[in-house]
C-alpha cells in the first residue's frame, strides 16, 4: 500500500480548509443591518412611503404597491400606510384587495377621513350600495361639505334605484329593461360581478348570445371557478340548441355551488327538452305522426325561454301536423317558429308548402320569395317560380271548380261534370226566379259552357294546365262563345229532339238563353 508523502498530506488537509471556506463563503449572510429602534422604523417606513408616492405620481402602480407594501411591513399599525395602498389597488382595479386595505385602515384610525371614503368607492364600485352609503355617511360626520362624500352617496342611491328597477324588470320578464338598469349599474360598479351575471342573463334570455358569452368569458378569465358565469356560460349553450355541451357547464356550476338553483333547473329543462325531443324524432321516422306530434307539444311545454329549440319543435310539429292533414295549425306552427326566429328557412320552406297545398298561392309566393332572397339556390327558385305560376293560374277561372272536379279528372269525369252542372244551371230551370237568380244562373251556365270546352279539348287543356292564357293564345275568345251551342251539340246524341229528351225553343222571338226546357 503506498502512503501519502506528507507534501501530499499537506496539499490534502490545504485542499479541505480551502472547501470549507468556500461553503463558509456561500451562506447567505444579511447584509441590512437589524434595526430594532421604533423610531428606526419610522423612519425607514416614511421613506418607502414616500418612493410609494413618487412612483404613485409616475402612474406606477405597481412599483407604488410594492413599496407601500414595504412601509407597512416596517410599520404595520399606520392607518396612512394602508390607505395609501389601497388607493393604489383602486388604480389596479384591485377593488376587493383595496377594500381590505380600507377596513384595516379605519380599524386602525375611526377618524381617518380618506379611509372611509375610499373603503366607500371599493364598495361602491363592488355593487354595495348600502354599504358605500354608510361609509360615505360616515365620512360626512367627519367633514359634512365634503363634496366628494356628497356626490358619491348620491351615485350610491342612484345605483340601490337601478337595482330596484331591474329586479322589477326581472321579474315583469322585461329582459331589455334589465340590460338598460345593469349598463347603468356598471357604469357605478364597475367590478361588480353580480351586475355583469345579471346583464349576461338578460342578454341571453333576449338571444344575444355573443355578447352574453363574452361578458360570462371575461368574468372565467378573472376567476374560472365562478359559479354564475359558467351558469350563463351552459345557458347561452342551451338556447343556441347545443344542448350536450350546455348540461356540462351546468353540472360543472353546480359542482363549484351545489345549491345553484337556476344552474340546477336549467340542467333538469335542458335534459328534459333532449329527451322529449329525440323522442319525438324517433317516432316521426316510425310513421307515428299522431305519437310525434304529441310529443312536440310536450316538449314545447317545457322551457318557453328557449327560443331556438322551441322554433325547431315548432316546425316539427308543423311537418307531423302536414302529414295528418291538419294544414292550418301546421301553418300556426311555422309561424309561430318564425316569430322565434326569423332566419330560420325551414319554417318558411315548410310554411309555403302548407300554403300551396291550401291554394294560398299569394303566401306561398311570399314566403318563397324570402327564402330565395336568402339562398339563391336552383332548388329555391324552382319553388318559387312554380308558386308564382300557381299564382297566375287561380287568378283565371278555375275551370275545374266550376265543373267540380280534380285537376286530373278523366275525359268521362269532364263529361259527367258538365252533364250534371249544365242540367243544374240552365237558364230554364230558373224562369221562375228572381231576375237576380235568373242572371246569376244563366252567368253560371255560361262558365260551365267555357270550362267543358277547354277540358274537353285536349291542347286546350294542356295549355291551359300549364298556365297559359288562353285568350292572349287566339285559343279561345270567350266573348264570341256560345253556351247553349254546346249545350246543344253535348245533348242533340242524348235523345234530343222527337225522342222525348230536350227540347229547345230558341225561335228569334225569345230573349237569349229564354229556352223551353223539358224533361222526358
Not at 507534501?7 to 451562506?27: F, G, P, Q, R, Y
Amino acid at each position: 500500500m503506498i502512503r501519502p508523502s506528507r507534501k501530499h498530506k499537506n496539499t490534502w488537509s490545504c485542499t479541505l480548509s480551502e472547501k470549507m471556506a468556500a461553503v463558509d463563503i456561500d451562506v447567505p449572510v444579511d447584509t441590512e443591518p437589524q434595526i430594532r429602534n421604533p423610531e428606526d422604523l419610522e423612519r425607514q417606513a416614511e421613506g418607502f412611503k414616500e418612493q410609494g408616492n413618487a412612483f404613485y405620481i409616475q402612474k406606477e402602480y405597481s412599483e407604488a404597491f410594492n413599496y407601500y407594501t414595504k412601509a407597512i411591513d416596517a410599520c404595520p399599525k399606520n392607518a396612512s400606510y394602508y390607505g395609501n395602498r389601497a388607493a393604489t389597488l383602486m388604480m389596479l382595479f384591485r377593488f376587493r384587495e383595496a377594500l381590505e386595505d380600507s377596513q384595516q385602515a379605519v380599524r386602525l384610525d375611526d377618524c381617518f377621513m380618506k379611509g372611509h371614503l375610499r373603503e366607500g368607492k371599493c364598495h361602491l364600485s363592488l355593487g354595495n350600495a348600502m354599504a358605500a352609503s354608510r361609509c360615505f355617511q360616515k365620512v360626512l360626520e367627519l367633514e359634512p361639505t365634503n363634496r366628494e362624500a356628497l356626490q358619491e352617496n348620491k351615485n350610491a342611491t342612484t345605483l340601490l334605484e337601478f337595482e330596484r328597477m331591474a329586479e322589477f324588470g326581472f321579474e315583469k320578464r322585461d329582459f331589455r329593461k334589465v340590460v338598460f338598469c345593469m349598463d347603468r349599474a356598471l357604469g357605478v360598479a364597475s367590478a361588480c360581478h353580480r351586475f355583469k351575471i345579471l346583464k349576461a342573463e338578460c342578454l341571453a334570455l333576449l338571444g344575444r348570445y355573443p355578447e352574453a358569452q363574452s361578458v360570462a368569458s371575461d368574468i372565467l378569465r378573472l376567476d374560472s371557478t365562478n359559479a354564475d358565469a359558467l351558469y350563463v356560460r351552459g345557458l347561452c349553450l342551451y338556447y343556441e340548441d347545443c344542448i350536450d355541451k350546455a348540461v356540462q357547464f351546468f353540472v360543472q356550476a353546480l359542482r363549484m355551488a351545489p345549491d345553484h338553483e337556476k344552474a340546477r333547473l336549467a340542467c333538469r329543462n335542458a335534459k328534459a327538452l333532449k329527451a322529449k325531443k329525440d323522442e319525438g324524432n324517433q317516432a316521426f321516422k316510425n310513421n307515428n305522426y299522431e305519437a310525434a306530434y304529441q310529443l312536440y307539444t310536450e316538449a314545447l311545454m317545457i322551457d318557453p325561454n328557449n327560443i331556438k329549440t322551441n322554433a325547431k319543435l315548432y316546425c316539427n310539429r308543423a311537418t307531423a301536423g302536414a302529414k295528418l292533414k291538419k294544414l292550418n295549425q301546421a301553418i300556426e306552427d311555422c309561424s309561430s317558429a318564425i316569430k322565434l326566429d326569423d332566419t330560420y328557412i325551414k319554417a318558411y320552406l315548410r310554411r309555403a308548402q302548407c300554403y300551396m297545398n291550401t291554394e294560398q298561392y299569394e303566401e306561398a309566393v311570399r314566403d318563397y320569395e324570402k327564402v330565395y332572397q336568402t339562398e339563391k339556390t336552383s332548388d329555391h327558385k324552382h319553388l318559387l317560380k312554380n308558386a308564382q305560376l300557381e299564382l297566375k293560374k287561380s287568378k283565371r277561372k278555375d275551370y275545374y271548380k266550376v265543373l267540380g272536379v280534380g285537376k286530373n279528372a278523366t275525359e268521362d269525369e269532364i263529361k259527367k261534370a258538365y252533364r250534371k252542372r249544365a242540367l243544374m244551371h240552365h237558364p230554364d230551370r230558373h224562369s221562375a226566379a228572381t231576375p237576380e237568380v235568373q242572371k246569376e244562373e244563366e252567368k253560371k251556365f255560361k262558365e260551365v259552357g267555357e270550362a267543358f270546352t277547354v277540358l274537353s279539348d285536349p291542347k286546350k287543356k294542356v295549355r291551359y294546365d300549364s298556365g297559359h292564357d288562353l285568350d292572349d293564345d287566339g285559343c279561345f275568345d270567350g266573348r264570341d262563345f256560345d253556351a247553349n251551342n254546346i249545350f246543344r251539340a253535348f245533348f242533340g246524341g242524348h235523345g234530343g229532339g222527337g225522342g222525348g229528351g230536350y227540347n229547345f225553343d230558341s225561335s228569334p222571338d225569345s230573349g237569349p238563353g229564354n229556352f223551353f226546357f223539358q224533361f222526358g
